[in-house]
């Protein structure tokens, strides 16, 4: 008999849904985890021979699945939630958003915010976010604490806020929150030019040197709105595509969210460039924006992944909401296969990795990747009865089913409690802020 192997930890599920290869179940199995990655994924029998555990966990009623993946958010924007509902995009940010932004953005807002969304995200399942806000160094603090996954966007725009003066400053306190915190174990980064509308030719020719130079992605709006079009037709004689194709920005290392407005010319541009798209389909609808044709979108090769928004236009962090939202509306189009529960699960998990280009490390339970891996109750009586545990997680399921939550293994969240944040300190966050926020209420 061959000696067991040592290992930190052995998770044993009723299912492990792995996403690759897709719609596979693997009922009564195991995943093993040492120093952060997966080991093997194999029937618990069979891990238990092989291999002796310094911990145990057995989840007879749960799946594990990888862990959800937030492609696009504003996590410091949770502070803001509810803030100024009901409102069409524009009128939301320039007589909201923006002026309230301008009286209290801070490192300590930002740090404060992102710390609250990064609660809720772990509680539902989310081990990595891809963001895009101000004082990244700030948002890296609290994803350090929470000991989540992200990557922070550095974002840039034309117009002075109280984190940067004009175009040339946000990009230079980007790069210089890049350098430190480039090696980071949980944190990536990438460049966040806002939007086309508030973006100037030579500051996206500028955006896209330093991308090819350091090897960086890029994360931007387009396309969310009609009015963006109609604003980019009269300014500068092309659709906001159309311009950024022009100037060499569409590739593998862009990721647009929302894309809502597109013509089968412009999709067929995106896949044939190999950019990437997040999909906020709750955000999209409660602004008014529209719904994007995310099954032309699929069709035609492109990536698509799952994003919320910031919590102040979605208003929650939840992509267990957005994965069904996501297949329900895209069977709008009288086809109910369109954007079946496995599609719809691979894009909260493999998609959203592959295009953050994080794919060989996150997204899915495979021998060799990182453990970001999450466990869902199925004991509720509104979990009864389950003939197709992934169905389950797209039409049944919430994040209130969420029982653990590990990030590189260590686990962050557990039935309520969060490892290192502290429901006070959150409680103490909400109250200030919503203090000096109240004024801007809609």
């Known amino acids: 008999m061959t000696d067991t192997q040592i290992v930190d930890h052995i998770i044993e599920a009723r299912w492990v849904i792995p996403v690759v290869p897709r719609g596979r179940v693997l009922e009564h199995s195991a995943v093993v985890v040492n120093h952060g990655r997966i080991v093997a994924v194999m029937p618990v029998a069979e891990a238990r021979q092989c291999y002796h555990a310094q911990k145990t966990t057995a989840l007879p009623e749960h799946a594990l699945i990888p862990g959800l993946i937030n492609l696009h958010t504003h996590a410091a924007m949770s502070l803001m939630r509810g803030l100024a509902d009901d409102l069409p995009l524009m009128t939301w940010l320039l007589e909201h958003i923006w002026p309230a932004e301008g009286h ?43 000991g989540i996954r992200a990557n922070i966007g550095l974002v840039m725009m034309e117009f002075p806020s109280p984190y940067a003066g004009d175009a040339d400053d946000y990009l230079n306190k980007g790069l210089a929150a890049r350098d430190l915190l480039r090696g980071h174990e949980r944190i990536t980064t990438c460049l966040a030019p806002h939007a086309p509308y508030t973006i100037s030719d030579r500051t996206f020719s500028k955006v896209l040197t330093y991308a090819d130079q350091l090897g960086m992605n890029l994360h931007l709006h387009l396309h969310e709105t009609r009015d963006e079009i109609t604003q980019s037709e009269s300014q500068h004689g092309l659709r906001p595509i159309q311009r950024l194709a022009g100037l060499g920005l569409l ?8 894309c809502v407005h597109l013509t089968q010319g412009e999709i067929e541009l995106l896949a044939a460039q190999g950019s990437h798209v997040a999909h906020c389909p709750a955000s999209n609808l409660k602004l008014g924006s529209g719904v994007a044709p995310i099954s ?56 959203g990795a592959r295009a953050m280009g994080m794919d060989d490390s996150i997204g899915s339970i495979e021998a060799g990747k990182l453990a970001d891996l999450v466990a869902v109750d199925f004991s509720a009586t509104e979990m009864m009865p389950c003939y197709d545990p992934v169905s389950h997680l797209v039409y049944v399921a919430g994040r209130e089913h969420v029982s653990h939550t590990w990030v590189a293994g260590e686990l962050r969240y557990e039935r ?6 502290e429901p006070n300190e959150l409680k103490e966050i909400a109250a200030l802020w919503q203090g000096r926020l109240k004024q801007f209420r809609h």
């Not at 962090?317 to 939202?325: R, T, V």
């Open 296 to 351: 032309a979108l699929i069709a035609a090769g492109v990536n698509v992944g799952l994003g919320t928004d910031g919590a102040a236009s979605n208003n929650r962090l939840d992509i267990f909401a957005e994965m069904q939202l996501a297949a329900l509306l895209a069977k709008a189009d009288v086809d109910a296969s369109s954007l079946p529960a496995t599609q719809a699960l691979e894009m909260a998990t493999l998609n």
């Open 416 to 421: 309520g409690v969060h490892d290192s944040i």
């Open 104 to 146: 209290t953005l801070s490192e300590r807002f930002v740090r404060d915010g992102t710390l609250l969304a990064c609660a809720e995200m772990l509680s539902g399942g989310i081990t990595c976010f891809n963001d895009m806000y101000f004082f990244p160094q700030a948002a890296a603090e609290a994803v350090d604490q929470a």
């Open 251 to 258: 590739g593998p290392n862009m990721l647009a969210a929302h």
